[in-house]
Nanobody, 119 residues
Framework: QVQLVESGGGLVQVGGSLRLSCAASGNIFRIFEMGWYRQAPGKERELVATTTSGGSTNYADSVKGRFTVSRDNAKNTIYLQMNSLKPEDTAVYYC?????????????WGNGTLVTVSS
């Protein structure tokens, strides 16, 4: 079995920073693309940032220049450094990963971590 566990969410003031982490565990053979998505109240889940195993990154326009995604392949962990936070960044942030186990390959989601930006 594979699990993705997020951490690092919380309450922060406008202009502040938070760092999210997501660790993958289980019978992992290889992890391909990893990413962060978010879902605000009453809205659909949207892409925030993704990164490949080779280090290529992709960002939503709304977070470019403020958020940085990175990963530690040795630890099967992805991070999201969020700076200059805005109220509209308030959402549940979900980790996502394409993972190959020793039996099959699947797309996995974490349970999410809440980020609240207060003004």
């Amino acid at each position: 079995q594979v699990q993705l566990v997020e951490s690092g969410g919380g309450l922060v003031q406008v202009g502040g920073s938070l760092r999210l982490s997501c660790a993958a565990s289980g019978n992992i053979f290889r992890i391909f693309e990893m990413g962060w998505y978010r879902q605000a109240p009453g809205k659909e889940r949207e892409l925030v940032a993704t990164t490949t195993s080779g280090g290529s990154t992709n960002y939503a326009d709304s977070v470019k220049g403020r958020f940085t995604v990175s990963r530690d392949n040795a630890k099967n962990t992805i991070y999201l450094q969020m700076n200059s936070l805005k109220p509209e960044d308030t959402a549940v942030y979900y980790c996502n990963a394409d993972i190959m186990t020793f039996k099959t390959g699947m797309n996995y989601w974490g349970n999410g971590t809440l980020v609240t930006v207060s003004s």
